[in-house]
Each structure stands twice: as C-alpha cells, then as structure tokens.
C-alpha cells in the first residue's frame, strides 16, 4: 500500500482552509445577526438554521427556505435574500448581491459583518428645511 505524505498535507491543508472560510462566513453572518437584532445571532454557525436565519434577517417568511432548494430558482432567492439581508444592515443592496459571485463573496460579507453601514438606510431622509423668503429688495 502507498501512502503519500504529500497527499496527506494537501489533504489536511484542504480541511484546515475549508474550516477557515467556513468560520469567517459563519462569523460574519453572526455579526450581521447582532446588527440586525436577530433573537439568536449563534445560528449562523449551524448548518441549516443559518439559512432560516438569513431569511429571517431579509425580513421574508418561512417558506422561502423551500425556494432555497429548488435548483435556478435558489440562485435567484439568494440573491434577493442577501440584497435584502444588506438592506437590514444598511448596506447598499448590491453588497448581497456580490455574495453571489465567487472570490468576490469573501469581501462582500466582510463589508456587511464587520462595517457600519451608511450607505443605505430604510429610514428617509429628513425632509428639507423650507427657504426663508426675504422682502424685495433686500439684499
């Protein structure tokens, strides 16, 4: 039998990346539950439950979950859940969006976990404060 020590270091390497970016995404997504005021911000280290909580932080109802497992429809159900889940942290829809797109996700959810979102707010914005009118004439 051969047994390559090679193969036994790409092999614990893979597992030692695979846990890290799992980690980071986990952590990440935690962080966004904390902004978000989710009731139980650990979920995002569960497997399944971190999805509920996604579609929980995007503010849609349960069955979305559903749509998560239909192939090509849950590409676009991601899409909208994390555009919404940036909206919540009040980040620019298209953070979530670039969740999507592979390299690009691992800076993506850094902006949404670990930054203060002020580029999006769902709140409006105050109303404008009306002009005072001088006489004519007066400079």
């Known amino acids: 039998m051969y ?11 893979f597992w030692i ?3 890290a970016m799992y980690f980071y995404f986990s952590f990440a997504q935690y962080k966004m539950a904390q902004k978000t005021g989710h009731t139980a911000p650990w979920w995002a280290f569960i497997p399944i439950l971190n999805t509920f909580q996604l579609i929980q932080m995007a503010g849609k109802e ?3 979950f559903l749509f998560c497992l239909v192939p090509i ?6 899409a909208i859940l994390w ?15 670039l969740m999507l797109l592979p390299f690009i996700n691992f ?3 850094g902006v949404l976990g670990f930054t203060q979102g002020k ?8 109303p404008a404060q009306p002009r005072q009118q001088t006489p004519a004439g007066v400079a």
């Open 3 to 13: 047994e390559s020590a090679q193969g036994d270091f790409y092999g614990m390497f």
């Open 17 to 19: 990346a695979a846990l």
């Open 62 to 64: 349960w069955y979305w």
């Open 73 to 78: 429809v849950n590409v676009i159900c991601f």
């Open 83 to 97: 555009a919404n889940a940036a909206k919540a942290c009040h980040h620019a829809p298209f953070w979530g969006v």
């Open 107 to 109: 800076v993506a959810v």
């Open 119 to 126: 580029h999006f707010s769902h709140t409006p914005p105050p």
